[in-house]
């Protein structure tokens, strides 16, 4: 309610410069990163993981591996195993 002193987090998806989360300072995360609501500083989406936009991180799928700031899994090889969580093949 107006006037509420309840904390406001920012959404998922951004990040909030300023720490009550007001709409001036809501800076749009990029594809590559990871912002959960609440954050207050973007992070590089976590090798291991893929973050098909930046409010989901999702664990690499076996058969496929995740680089630093993975947007998709990138399949493994013909003769490379690649179990679920791979960073490299």
């Not at 406001?8 to 749009?28: F, I, N």
Request: charged letters at 20%; a negative charge.
């Amino acid at each position: 309610p107006a006037g509420s002193m309840a904390e406001r987090l920012c959404p998922a998806g951004h990040y909030c410069t300023s720490p009550d989360g007001t709409d001036d300072h809501v800076v749009e995360c990029e594809l590559g990163s990871y912002c959960p609501a609440g954050s207050a500083i973007w992070e590089i989406c976590t090798a291991g993981f893929y973050c098909p936009d930046p409010t989901q991180k999702l664990l690499c799928t076996e058969g496929s591996y995740c680089p630093e700031g993975s947007t998709e899994p990138t399949p493994c090889g013909v003769f490379e195993v690649c179990e679920a969580g791979a960073e490299i093949p």
